[in-house]
């Protein structure tokens, strides 16, 4: 069974920091294209980086920062400079191939998400 399980979400205040975490099972993550997306209700989700190709959203480059640790099988989201823009449900996911940007379709796995709320 394929899981994606997110951690290191929390509330914090602007300026302030998290890391995420995506542990994967049943993937090995070398072998897909791994990304976050974030979701806000009423709003579509959004790409907000992909590891694989090195793709940022303009809304987040320069504060945050996605890695990979192939030894752990796990995915990183270094979240830096948080504003309360960034308040959204984050999810990992993993595609077979990667696609244009932070395009949500054609991946295959998600995890369940985890919250970041930013307060001013």
């Known amino acids: 069974q394929v899981q994606l399980v997110e951690s290191g979400g929390g509330s914090v205040q602007a300026g302030g920091s998290l890391r995420l975490s995506c542990a994967a099972s049943?993937?090995?993550?070398?072998?897909?294209?791994m990304g976050w997306f974030r979701q806000t209700p009423g709003k579509e989700r959004e790409g907000v980086a992909v590891v694989t190709t090195g793709w940022y959203a303009s809304s987040v480059k320069g504060r945050f920062t996605i890695s990979q640790d192939n030894a752990k099988n796990t995915l990183f989201l270094q979240m830096n400079n948080l504003k309360p823009e960034d308040t959204a449900m984050y999810y990992c996911?993993?595609?077979?191939?990667?696609?244009?940007?932070?395009?949500?379709?054609?991946?295959?796995?998600w995890g369940q998400g985890t919250q970041v709320t930013v307060s001013s």
């Open positions: 996911a993993a595609g077979l191939t990667c696609l244009n940007g932070g395009q949500d379709f054609g991946y295959n796995y």
């Open positions: 049943g993937i090995t993550v070398s072998r897909y294209c």
